[in-house]
């Protein structure tokens, strides 16, 4: 008889990990499903499993490395040795990759958990900010109101499958170890309908549009995720719903832009203004605690001799948080916006000021020219 660590081709103070990926290459390897059930891959099958059984077992392992094949062939029986239920090794070794061919599959005839479901839904940042309920219209299975979720036409009910007598599955003996595998009368329900109902045509559910309210809480942002334990599919054979998974994007909006919990917002500024300083009003927001007709507008300071591109942050104006008392600001863009189509006059009282400023009144002006006087000279020479 084959010493077992040179079955499993291991040394002998391989430890517990060495040993199993050495039986899980080799049981791949010579398993009789995937060798067209040659007899020679299965007596090498048999002979993996035992050596594995008892180098695997603490006890087992001690004995045959003190005394050989006599220190475990008495503890064995009259089974041979080290040779143990084929199911169990794989079990362990394999989990449930081999479910289905050792047994390990579930049967399926008893109640089942309705499937998961998903919708999409695209909101407005306004209900974003203030929060709102919104109702929306999903398919869902139900469970039939004619057969009350058999599947079988009222008056009749199922029978018990003759293949599998009701386990859903069946099982083949194949040389020394069995395997077991869906039925394929049943499809693994272990019943057969003869007479299905005429309603949901023998699957015990219809789908069927359902309105529901959905709550949108305050600050949720682009790509949450709302659920709705319970209101997915109607579970199979009794068994409880599913949940459906609001998936919730942002509708992009005409004046401001999200970042974070901060709203950005670009306002255009009379030239005048920004040269004088000055007020103007930039929009915002609202949860409808201020005033009517004051709500949605935010008095802005406009300092004097003010840029484009030039920002002032409004503290507490932008979206709320949706886990703390937190909020974001409101950041105004100032665009400063340049007059068009001038009169004569206009243009008579443009050139006049033209004329009347200098440097002082154009600082960055007088700064680019500066250095794009010495980058000329460089490039020239000069």
């Keep these: 008889m084959r010493d077992y660590y040179e079955i499993l081709g291991v040394p002998r103070g391989s430890d517990e990990a060495a040993l199993k990926s050495a039986f899980r290459k080799l049981a791949m390897e010579h398993h009789p499903d995937r060798n067209g059930g040659s007899e020679e891959a299965s007596a090498r099958f048999k002979e993996i499993n035992e050596a594995y059984s008892v180098l695997s077992d603490p006890k087992k ?60 839904l695209e909101i407005t940042l306004e209900q974003a900010y203030a929060g709102a309920e919104v109702e929306i219209t999903a398919a869902t299975a139900m469970t039939c109101e004619v057969c009350e979720g058999s599947g079988a036409k009222p008056g009749t009910s199922a029978t018990t499958c003759p293949t599998c007598g009701g386990a859903g599955r069946v099982r083949a003996s194949q040389g020394f170890f069995a395997i077991e595998r869906t039925c394929p009368r049943c499809g693994g329900e272990g019943r057969i309908i003869s007479d299905p109902c005429a309603t949901c045509r023998g699957h015990g559910q219809v789908r069927r549009n359902r309105t529901l309210q959905v709550r949108i809480p305050a600050g949720v942002d682009d790509g949450a995720r709302i659920r709705l334990a319970g209101e ?35 306002v255009p500024v009379p030239m005048t203004t920004a040269a004088l300083g000055g007020e103007i009003e930039a929009p915002c927001l609202s949860d409808g605690d201020a005033g009517e007709g004051q709500a949605n507008r935010q008095s802005v300071k406009v300092p004097e001799g003010t840029q484009t591109g030039r920002t002032v942050r409004i503290r507490g104006r932008g979206m709320p948080s949706l886990r703390s008392r937190e909020r974001g600001d409101l950041v105004v863009e100032l665009f400063v916006e340049t007059p068009t189509r001038l009169n004569a006059r206009q243009k008579a009282l443009m050139q006049e000021l033209a004329d009347l400023c200098g440097e002082q009144q154009h600082p960055e002006s007088s700064g680019f020219l500066n250095k794009a006087r010495r980058f000329w000279e460089d490039v020239t020479g000069g």
Excluded at 261 to 266: E, G, K, N, S, W
């Design 232 to 266: 997915g599919d109607a579970g199979a054979r009794g068994g409880p719903r599913g949940d459906l998974y609001i998936f919730v994007s942002m509708r992009p909006h005409d004046l401001f832009e999200r970042d974070g919990l901060d709203l950005l917002c670009t």
């Design 61 to 120: 392992r001690a004995a045959y490395d003190q005394f050989g094949h006599a220190g475990v062939n008495g503890a064995q029986g009259g089974g041979g040795p080290g040779f143990t239920d084929i199911n169990d090794i794989f079990s362990e070794v394999f989990g449930s990759a081999f479910g289905d061919m050792f047994g390990g599959g579930q049967r399926r005839s008893g109640p089942a958990r309705g499937q998961d479901l998903r919708y999409d």
